[in-house]
Every structure is written in structure tokens, then in C-alpha cells.
């Protein structure tokens, strides 16, 4: 199993906040997006429950970003 999300294209999630000085965000892209918790992203469940594309503030871990 990759620990890279292929979502990483497209998601505005990773776009918004990966160049970000937040630690709070380098630790979630580093343990979610490219990571072991690749396959318990809270985004990819939102998509798939809702069928539209989640809001970029919402975090893979599911809190959303002030």
C-alpha cells in the first residue's frame, strides 16, 4: 500500500496548506497525505458520503483548519 494519497493533485486541502509554516498542518500532510494514515482520510470519506468535493479548510483528520 502507497503511503502517498493520490488525491494530492487535486486536493485543496493538501494545495491550501502545504507550503504552510503551521505545524499543525506539516504533521497532518506528513502522517495523512504522504504518510501511515494515508487510507483514514476524513476528506475521502466526506466525498464519498456528501458526493462533492470537501471544503479545502477540512483537515484529513476531520477538524476543520482556523
Same mark, same amino acid.
Given at each position: 500500500?502507497? /503511503?502517498?494519497? &493520490? /488525491?494530492?493533485?487535486?486536493? &485543496?486541502?493538501?494545495?491550501?496548506?502545504? &507550503?504552510?509554516?503551521a505545524?499543525?498542518h506539516?504533521?497532518?500532510?506528513?502522517?495523512?497525505?504522504?504518510?501511515?494514515?494515508? &487510507?483514514?482520510?476524513?476528506?475521502?470519506?466526506?466525498?464519498?458520503?456528501? /458526493?462533492?468535493?470537501?471544503?479545502?479548510?477540512?483537515?484529513?483528520?476531520g477538524?476543520?483548519?482556523?
Amino acid at each position: 500500500m502507497s /503511503n502517498e494519497c &493520490g /488525491n494530492l493533485p487535486v486536493c &485543496g486541502y493538501f494545495k491550501k496548506y502545504s &507550503g504552510a509554516d503551521a505545524d499543525a498542518h506539516l504533521v497532518c500532510i506528513k502522517t495523512y497525505c504522504q504518510g501511515p494514515r494515508c &487510507g483514514l482520510c476524513e476528506r475521502e470519506v466526506y466525498r464519498k458520503t456528501h /458526493n462533492v468535493t470537501p471544503p479545502d479548510e477540512l483537515m484529513p483528520h476531520g477538524a476543520m483548519a482556523a
